[in-house]
């Protein structure tokens, strides 16, 4: 049998790599080093952040035929609503910018969810079921 993929990270090109150093560590609460930005181990929040060449460089993500205006760069899946509602206040008061206030889709599970941005407008969003 081959192996499973255990993890996986996210590579952004950023503006401004120290600015975004500190965004990760200080308002997502990331361990920051020289080559990613991790929160919850390995098999959460994982991200690599390299300097872009240019400001073009840096491409958020543009929202999907039919979707709404704004477009996932990262998605965050939380075990339970306890701990969603939990990230969701830890961020607030760390004056992360909130693009998506959290909400709750009915139709899907029912999942609820929020998003936030970066420095450089990509968005990361929290969801989940209420641990069904």
Avoid at 53 to 65: G, H, Q, R, T, W
Avoid at 84 to 108: C, N
């Amino acid at each position: 049998m081959s192996k499973q993929i255990h993890s996986s990270l996210k590579v952004l090109l950023v503006s401004d790599l120290e600015r975004s150093k500190t965004f990760y560590r200080d308002v997502l609460g990331c361990e920051v080093t020289d080559w990613w930005a991790i929160r919850d181990g390995y098999t959460g929040l994982g991200v690599k952040l390299l300097q872009a060449n240019s400001l073009e460089d840096v491409c958020p993500n543009k929202p999907a035929k039919g979707d709404m205006q704004v477009a996932y760069d990262i998605y965050c899946y939380v075990e339970n609503w306890t701990e969603l509602d939990e990230l969701y206040t830890e961020f607030k008061e760390k004056r992360a910018t909130i693009v998506i206030e959290p909400w709750i889709d009915s139709d899907s599970g029912p999942w609820k969810e929020f998003a936030i941005v970066d420095p450089d407008n990509y968005c990361i969003a929290f969801g989940g079921t209420n641990g069904y």
